[in-house]
C-alpha cells in the first residue's frame, strides 16, 4: 500500500470512529452529560481536522479550507473545559469561558484583510508565499504558545484534582485520575509530534512529511480507539470532586494569614483518640465511597479540622488512611484459617475496596507483598 492510500484510509478510519464516538457521547444517557458534549466536541473538531487529507476529493473553496484549519484553536481549549467537567462535579459553562475563543478568533481576524476579503487570485498568491506571510508566521507563533499553555495547564489541573481527592476521598477514583493523566500525556506526545512537523514544511524533505503524517493520523487514531474502549467498559468511569474542596497546604496558609493555626498536642491527643475510637468501633472504611465529609459529619468535627488532622498532623492523605484500615481488615481475614476459601475477589469487596488494581497497590504499599503473596507466606 502507497503512502496515498494509506494516509487516506487512515483518515477515513480516524473521522469514522471519531464521529461514532461524537454520536455515542452525546445520546447516551448519564448524568455526566456536559462531559460528554465537551469530548464530543472535540471530537468533532478532531474529525473535520483530519478531513483536510481527502481535499483533493472535493471541490473545496480557498476560504473554507482556511477557516476549518483555524478550527484547531478550539480543540485545546475544549479539551482542558473537558477535563475541568470531568474533574469537578459542580462544574458549569460560563460567560468567562468564552475567553478560549480568543485565539480562534484573533487567527481568523488576522486574514481578513488580504486573505478572506479579496479575490481567488489574490487568495492564490497569498497562500503560495505562505512561509514569508506575516499573518501565517503570528498564526504558527500562536497555535504554538496555545498547545505549550495548554497542556500546561491541563497537567497542573489533573495534579491538584488528583491532590484534592487524595486528601478528602477513599473510593476508587484515583484510578480514573490516572487514567485521565495517562490520556493526556498520550494526546500531548500527539500535539508535540504536530509541532515537530511543522518544521518540516519549511525544509525540503517532503518524504519526511508525509511519513510524519500517516504517523500522526495512526497515532490519533490509536489514542480515540483507546477512549473508545475505555468509554464501552467503563461508562461511569469519573467520579467528580467538589471544586470548592481546598488543599491543606492552602488551608494551613489561609489560617496563618489569620493567626489561628495554634499547636495544641493536648487538643491534638485527643481529637485524635476519637477519630481512632470511631474507625475500630463503626468500621466506616467499609463504604467504598466513603468521604471526608461522612467521617467529619459522624464524629462531629469541622471538616477543615479533620483534614488538618489526617493530612497535616498524621501526615497521611485521607486515601491512605482509610485504606490502611481496609488492607488491616483484609489482612485479617487472609490469616483467618475458616476463611481460607474466601477469594481476594470477595476480600476486596468486604472491606470497602471496588476494584482489583486498588487493593492490590494499596495492599502491596502497605504489606510490600501482593495479597496472593502474603496469603502463601502464612
Given at each position: 500500500?502507497?503512502?496515498?492510500?494509506?494516509?487516506?484510509?487512515?483518515?477515513?478510519?480516524?473521522?469514522?470512529?471519531?464521529?461514532?464516538?461524537?454520536?455515542f457521547l452525546g445520546t447516551v444517557k448519564t448524568e455526566h452529560k456536559l462531559s460528554n458534549r465537551l469530548f464530543a466536541f472535540f471530537l468533532l473538531l478532531t474529525a473535520i481536522d483530519v478531513s483536510g487529507n481527502l481535499d483533493y476529493l472535493f471541490d473545496i473553496p480557498l476560504y473554507a479550507r482556511i477557516f476549518r484549519s483555524s478550527l484547531f484553536f478550539l480543540?485545546?481549549?475544549?479539551?482542558?473545559?473537558?477535563?475541568?467537567?470531568?474533574?469537578?462535579?459542580?462544574?458549569?459553562?460560563?460567560?468567562?469561558?468564552?475567553?478560549?475563543?480568543?485565539?480562534?478568533?484573533?487567527?481568523?481576524?488576522?486574514?481578513?484583510?488580504r486573505f478572506y476579503i479579496v479575490d481567488l487570485a489574490s487568495k492564490i498568491g497569498f497562500l503560495?508565499?505562505?512561509?514569508?506571510?506575516?499573518?501565517i508566521q503570528l498564526n504558527h507563533i500562536l497555535i504554538h504558545s496555545q498547545i505549550v499553555a495548554y497542556i500546561l495547564a491541563a497537567f497542573l489541573l489533573l495534579r491538584k484534582a488528583k491532590r484534592v481527592y487524595l486528601e478528602n476521598y477513599a473510593g476508587a477514583n484515583i484510578e480514573s485520575l490516572n487514567w485521565l493523566l495517562q490520556f493526556t500525556l498520550a494526546l500531548s506526545g500527539f500535539y508535540f509530534i504536530a509541532l515537530a512537523k511543522n518544521v518540516f514544511k519549511f525544509i525540503e524533505y517532503p518524504h519526511i512529511l508525509e511519513w510524519l503524517k500517516i504517523g500522526l493520523f495512526l497515532f490519533e487514531l490509536l489514542i480515540i480507539s483507546w477512549y473508545l474502549y475505555k468509554a464501552l467498559n467503563n461508562p461511569?468511569?469519573?467520579?467528580n470532586v467538589d471544586s470548592k474542596l481546598k488543599l491543606v497546604k492552602d488551608i494551613i496558609s489561609e489560617k496563618k494569614q489569620s493567626e489561628q493555626l495554634v499547636t495544641n498536642d493536648k487538643e491534638h491527643s485527643e481529637e485524635l483518640v476519637k477519630l481512632k475510637r470511631y474507625m475500630v468501633e463503626k468500621n466506616p472504611f467499609l463504604n467504598p465511597d466513603l468521604t471526608i465529609q461522612d467521617v467529619a459529619t459522624d464524629i462531629e468535627m469541622p471538616v477543615r479540622d479533620l483534614s488538618l488532622l489526617i493530612n497535616h498532623t498524621l501526615d497521611q492523605h485521607f486515601y491512605d488512611f482509610i485504606n490502611s484500615y481496609r488492607i488491616e481488615r483484609a489482612m485479617d481475614i487472609l490469616r483467618d484459617d475458616t476463611k481460607s476459601k474466601v477469594t481476594i475477589l470477595e476480600i476486596l469487596y468486604e472491606v470497602g475496596f471496588n476494584s482489583k488494581s486498588s487493593f492490590n497497590t494499596a495492599f502491596k504499599k502497605h504489606t510490600g507483598s501482593t495479597p496472593t503473596a502474603y496469603r502463601k507466606t502464612l
Open positions: 500500500m502507497d503512502k496515498i492510500n494509506l494516509l487516506v484510509t487512515t483518515t477515513i478510519l480516524t473521522i469514522f470512529i471519531s464521529l461514532f464516538l461524537s454520536l480543540q485545546l481549549p475544549t479539551f482542558y473545559l473537558y477535563l475541568l467537567s470531568v474533574c469537578y462535579s459542580d462544574f458549569k459553562l460560563k460567560s468567562k469561558h468564552l475567553l478560549h475563543i480568543i485565539p480562534f478568533l484573533l487567527a481568523n481576524l488576522i486574514l481578513i484583510p503560495s508565499q505562505s512561509s514569508s506571510r506575516l499573518e461511569s468511569l469519573f467520579r
